[in-house]
């Protein structure tokens, strides 16, 4: 009896664990030129981008206790390399399906039970963007809660 009962406990534990992985919706990645004046304006031209700006939602989840979250960024470049800059916070984690996994920005926020939760965070890097698809991956608890692409053109006068 006893060991149907520690049994059961870490099977409803495992549940309330992963009902309590947050999911991301709405993800946004705007490339932003900032002017020298420091105004902003978005552009889809690798030359030009100064920073990446990424926005997206935490969904409401009514098992998720209230409290700080820690969420894992991970930029993949158009080389297909990820993004990972240790001087501005870049390093690894551990995923639960992928081992270790390098991350290019860890972010805290606050998430409050049962309620959508907006997160936004910019991304500039020392060198320039390269054309082509940048992905960014989510993870919170070990597992990717959402993705998206961002295309940046090779710009000039016809592109």
Known sequence: LQQTLT?????KDKLA????????????ITAI???GSGKEKVTTTAKRADLLRISFDLDENRVAPSGTKELYVCITGPDGKPISIPAYGSGTFTTRDEG????TNK??????????????????QDNHYQTGDYKIEIYQNGFKIGEGTKTLKKGGLFS
Do not use: M
Not at 110 to 122: A, C, I, L, M, T
């Open 17 to 28: 664990d992963l009902g309590s992985t947050l999911h991301a919706s709405n993800i946004n």
């Open 7 to 11: 049994t059961t406990q870490s099977e």
């Open 100 to 103: 270790e996994k390098v991350f």
């Open 33 to 35: 030129d900032v002017k």
């Open 107 to 124: 972010i805290t926020t606050n998430y409050e039970q049962g309620k959508r939760s907006p997160v936004s965070f910019d991304w500039k």
